[in-house]
């Protein structure tokens, strides 16, 4: 799988988005027309909608890495 830059004047695949796609997720031994099209704005949430739910634990850490170094100064 892959994400590729998309020159080609396709809309974004998003359904109420009429963006044209910028980027394309294209898995191997798939056609173009399998792609899955997205603009620049729904890869930018989609990247943060994917961030949250892969990675939860991050954010809480950094919060209790900011409390503790708080701690540290007080
Ligand atoms: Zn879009």
Known sequence: MKVIIQTNKIKCDVGNCRNLAN???APEGVG???YINLCDKCMRTLYG???LLLAPKRKSK???EE???QNDQV
């Open 23 to 25: 980027y394309s997720v």
């Open 32 to 34: 173009a027309g399998q």
């Open 49 to 51: 909608e994917i961030g």
């Open 62 to 64: 950094k919060k209790t």
């Open 67 to 69: 409390q503790s170094r």
